[in-house]
């Protein structure tokens, strides 16, 4: 098959992954965990709690409707 028509292929999947509902973003928890934050608000850490488990010392849940699921999602504080 001819480069050129190979390219072109992979551009129309890759759009069509886009517009079909599918996300390319990457997640920030894996499977079977959750983001849980700093406590203190200066510091900005984040980092994943196993499901069903209360976050590590120093790290409280996120406020509902503030989770984040994937690393670019921002929320107002």
Do not use: N
């Not at 069903?52 to 989770?67: I, K, L, M, S, T």
């Amino acid at each position: 098959m001819p480069r050129y028509l190979v390219a072109a292929l992979s551009v129309l999947v890759v759009s069509g992954l886009g517009t079909s509902g599918c996300s390319l973003g990457e997640r920030v928890c894996s499977s079977g965990e959750y983001p849980v934050r700093t406590v203190d608000p200066t510091d900005g850490g984040m980092a994943c709690a196993p499901d069903g488990e209360e976050p590590p010392a120093g790290y409280e849940r996120f406020p509902a409707g503030q989770v984040p699921e994937f690393v670019d999602d921002v929320y107002p504080d």
